[in-house]
């Protein structure tokens, strides 16, 4: 399976995806990953910043407010879409494309910085991906992304739950397994049954790699690593949403920085 080939399943994902995710049942992202990720971003204000696999552009709005001057692009047409219908609605000075993260449309160093929200894990062509993001950052930019964390999501996990339902552990397995491709299925699981039901599950082919060979890559791409993160939910966090109480047990994102060396 390629990129293009995964593209098309996200095109199929996009407008499910959007309802959803924009009706606020994106629990984990919009209560744990995003505001971790924002709090670990460098200043952006006055940069001009690349969001690589934007979706429908939520979270490349979250960076736009923060002063960047924002580019994005997805390889899913029907994302883009809707991220462009909202920056008509409410504009940011977002520029949206239609495009593949292996081959992006840009010039070489015209970017300060490049963010990846939760999108270059499904990416079957990662080294090219990596490769492309270095390429476009400027000598001294950065790029920084998500993913669900290698060690902790790999192709088997199961919650392990006491009498009253709260996760005490998290069983894996296969993690040295090569499922690249295997499409699971599922949805939001805080939407109604009533939503769920109208709309059709999400198909995601995934493309689980070690943690070691993440960081080879990236050392390989020209990277240098400069910070990690394994975000956890506050207590209160977990109060007003009990959902998120497995990521007290393990960590189940992965966050990254990662900077092009400044020339010379």
């Not at 292996?102 to 160093?109: C, G, I, K, Q, T």
């Not at 390989?220 to 394994?230: C, D, L, N, P, S």
């Amino acid at each position: 399976m390629d990129h293009i080939a995964v593209g098309e399943f996200w095109n199929g994902n996009a407008e499910a995806w959007t309802k959803l995710a924009r009706a606020g049942y994106d629990v984990y992202r919009d209560q744990l990953n995003t505001p971790a990720f924002l709090a670990m971003l460098p200043r952006v204000a006055g940069l001009a910043g690349l969001d690589v696999g934007c979706g429908e552009g939520h979270n490349t709005r979250q960076v736009g407010r923060l002063g960047a001057t924002m580019t994005a692009i997805d390889i899913a047409e029907i994302f883009i879409r809707h991220a462009r219908a909202e920056e008509v609605r409410a504009p940011l000075g977002i520029t949206y494309h239609h495009g593949s993260a292996v081959e992006l449309p840009y010039a070489a160093a015209s970017f300060d910085f490049a963010t990846a929200f939760m999108s270059l894990m499904d990416i079957p062509e990662t080294a090219q991906a990596l490769a492309e993001a270095f390429r476009v950052l400027r000598p001294g930019g950065f790029l920084q992304f998500s993913m669900t964390h290698p060690c902790f999501n790999p192709p088997h996990r199961r919650n392990c739950r006491d009498e009253e339902g709260n996760t005490f552990a998290i069983e894996v397995g296969d993690y040295f397994i090569d499922a690249r491709g295997r499409v699971d299925e599922w949805t939001f699981g805080v939407a109604p049954a009533s939503l769920r039901e109208r709309l059709a599950k999400f198909r995601v082919p995934r493309f689980h790699r070690p943690i070691g060979e993440w960081f080879n890559l990236l050392v390989a791409a020209g990277f240098q690593i400069e910070r990690v993160e394994e975000p956890r939910p506050s207590s209160q966090t977990v109060r007003d949403y009990p959902l998120l109480q497995d990521a007290e047990v393990v960590a189940y994102f992965l966050h990254l920085r990662v900077r092009k060396p400044a020339a010379g």
